[in-house]
């Protein structure tokens, strides 16, 4: 009989039934589409081995004038810059204390636990802490001492930590004369803490205990939750973006830090508003923003701006209030007619939620639109319009710019702006937003593959506390397509080198697109076909052989997938697996047996260094009578 060729329509479509998509393929992990055709997406190894502290939500890249390029961290606890291979600290610092003479006591005998006097240290549990200049005692050597310790309990100025290994005797005193504590900025949390119910967020109303309202449908922003200290008690993101050679960070909701390249990679950041030397003259900064819920560099005419931060002379944030500061000068803030710093109200919505930066403006949602803020040059410096009304945005991180075009996703929309704003047709929508944790929305991180032409955010599902699936566009040959994979933040590093991400289970960060495996382990992945049939389901199928069409770019010496076939009687129906194939570089055609009305088809694989891309299948298939 003659061959039948499959040729299945592109992309992931899950907006219809199974039966409704006859003739296309429905669901997937860890596939995308190049060409109009299935393939196994790339694998990732880690970049450095060394685990970051906390959850990292926010990546950025950027070079000194000496062509060294930096990748900054911002974690739930801790601030880094990556540097080559490898991890420097760069965490703001608290405060500094030198301790008395022997201030670490053993705990209970054959434990890990040791109490360390601190005088005035003003800790919460899960701060860090630096120890310096301890010697040895008991079973510890200086190294172990000297490390960065979490606080598990506080007792007035006694804190205890665990150290590495257990002691020999309980009730030790030691360290010696010369240790220095440093006290690093406290931890934010994992998770949104935002409540529960209808009425509250992230759909509207009152969050409970704060007294704090959003319009009705309006999205609430969960840094208000805490008005005292937003900067410790919630879901802990960061802003990160270069002023120049430097580091400019802000943890939403709070302060303002500043990382001077020229003092080095030891260096630590340091509060916008601390005193410098500039020209060899003290200098204290005026009139910059206590708080922020985001700063970003302008493109084109370098000026730092704060996003939903306190206006002059004010003490709590206006979340509608935009303030930048003089060209090129991220200390001055005082708009004075000799310089360009100055600052806006938006007009529309109860708060900004974030801003992006593209080539030609700025682009700043709010809980009810999104605005352009447009460099015009003096006297007002920074021109306003609403784009759009009616529309918002999920997450501070939900938004990419792939190219000349910003993606975004919404409250169960996506959305694409080219210059004005329009809904981006979705596949696979309600696949998606059908089941999603809206209370962690602000975890949602967009990311772009450039060098495959696709947008993917990572968002948590229904059940999950963090972020386990993701949804991909190719926007060049606009197809969607999906699958699980845990990531909380995400950076394309263009065509110089992979993109990078970090994860939560591991504290990783990764190198994506790297071989086919998952840091050294298989990679699994998968697609799977709707249902085909003949005539409506009127007549039967009898498919006798197949023949495949695989090509394989894994390292592996005996690369396979697996490609099972399965039946069903009518649509609603379970699907029973008939027949399971093995397919290698050199697997000829196969003869099988199956009869029903409707077939489909699943490809996978399973094993370690294995990278596949599926041609056209061939089936000897026909028509085999109605009963």
């Not at 006097?117 to 000297?146: K, M």
């Not at 529309?391 to 990419?400: K, V």
């Not at 998968?526 to 023949?547: K, Q, T």
């Not at 649509?571 to 009305?597: F, H, M």
Request: aromatic content about 12%.
């Amino acid at each position: 009989m003659p061959l039948t060729k499959l040729q299945f329509r592109p992309g992931i479509i899950r907006e219809v039934t199974e039966y409704s998509n006859s003739g296309g393929w429905f669901d997937c992990d860890k596939i995308r589409f190049r060409q109009g055709y299935p393939e196994k997406i790339g694998g990732w190894l880690a970049a450095v081995n060394t685990p970051l502290a906390g959850t990292c939500r926010q990546i950025h890249e950027w070079s000194s004038l000496e062509n060294d390029r930096y990748i900054g961290l911002g974690t739930s606890s801790h601030l880094y810059i990556l540097w080559s291979s490898s991890l420097y600290d760069i965490t703001p610092i608290r405060a500094t204390i030198s301790l008395p003479a022997n201030p670490f006591i053993t705990g209970p005998t054959g434990t890990t636990l040791a109490l360390v006097h601190i005088p005035g240290n003003g800790s919460r549990i899960g701060d860090w802490i630096q120890f310096r200049g301890a010697t040895a005692f008991d079973a510890y050597t200086a190294d172990q001492l000297n490390q960065q310790y979490q606080v598990v309990a506080v007792d007035g100025d006694t804190v205890t930590i665990n150290l590495p290994v257990a002691n020999l005797s309980g009730g030790i005193s030691g360290g010696g004369s010369v240790v220095t504590a440093t006290l690093f900025i406290s931890p934010g949390l994992d998770d949104a803490v935002v409540g529960q119910g209808w009425g509250i967020p992230p759909w509207g109303g009152t969050a409970p205990g704060a007294g704090l309202t959003t319009g009705w449908g309006e999205a609430f922003d969960p840094s208000q939750l805490n008005p005292v200290d937003p900067t410790v008690n919630q879901l802990r993101l960061w802003d990160l973006d270069n002023f120049g050679e430097d580091l400019v960070a802000n943890i939403r909701g709070g302060p303002i830090y500043y990382w001077h390249q020229s003092l080095g990679l030891a260096s630590h950041a340091v509060p916008l508003n601390q005193e410098i030397v500039a020209n060899g003259v003290p200098f204290v900064p005026a009139d910059v923003p206590a708080t922020a819920r985001q700063v970003l560099v302008s493109p084109n005419d370098r000026h730092l701006i704060a996003l939903g931060c306190e206006d002059i002379g004010a003490t709590t944030p206006d979340l509608l209030l935009v303030r930048w500061s003089n060209a090129e000068d991220a200390y001055t803030w005082t708009p004075l007619r000799t310089n360009s710093a100055g600052s806006q109200r938006l007009s529309a919505g109860s708060f900004i939620i974030c801003g992006m930066r593209t080539s030609q403006n700025i682009l700043i949602w709010t809980g009810l639109g999104l605005w352009s803020m447009s460099y015009i040059g003096m006297p007002y410096v920074f021109g306003f319009q609403s784009v759009a009304n009616g529309l918002s945005i999920i997450g501070p991180n939900a938004m990419i710019n792939a190219g000349s075009i910003v993606f975004w996703m919404d409250r169960g929309i996506f959305y694409a702006y080219t210059g004005q704003t329009q809904e981006l047709p979705c596949a696979v929508k309600d696949y998606v937003f059908k089941d999603f944790n809206h209370l962690q929305g602000y975890k949602v991180y967009a990311g772009h593959n450039h060098a495959f032409s696709e947008v993917i955010w990572f968002y948590p599902s229904a059940n999950s506390m963090e972020n386990d699936r993701y949804v991909m566009y190719n926007y060049l040959e606009q197809l969607w397509t999906l699958g699980t994979m845990e990531r909380t933040a995400w950076l394309d590093m263009g065509r110089a080198t992979l993109p990078v991400a970090t994860d939560r289970k591991n504290s990783l960060l990764y190198f994506h697109e790297f071989g086919d495996d998952d840091n050294g382990s298989p990679l699994p992945a998968w697609v799977e076909s709707a249902d085909i049939d003949a005539e409506g389901g009127e007549h039967y199928l009898f498919l006798s052989r197949f023949i495949p069409d695989v090509t394989f770019r894994g390292g592996a010496e005996e690369q396979a997938v697996g490609v099972t076939i399965f039946s069903r009687p009518a649509p609603g129906r379970p699907k029973i697996a008939v027949v399971r194939l093995g397919v290698s570089p050199n697997t000829p055609e196969q003869y099988i047996r199956v009869r029903d009305r409707q077939i489909s088809f699943r490809i996978e694989s399973t094993a370690a260094g294995v990278g596949w891309r599926l041609g056209t299948l061939r089936v000897d298939m026909q028509l085999d009578g109605r009963r």
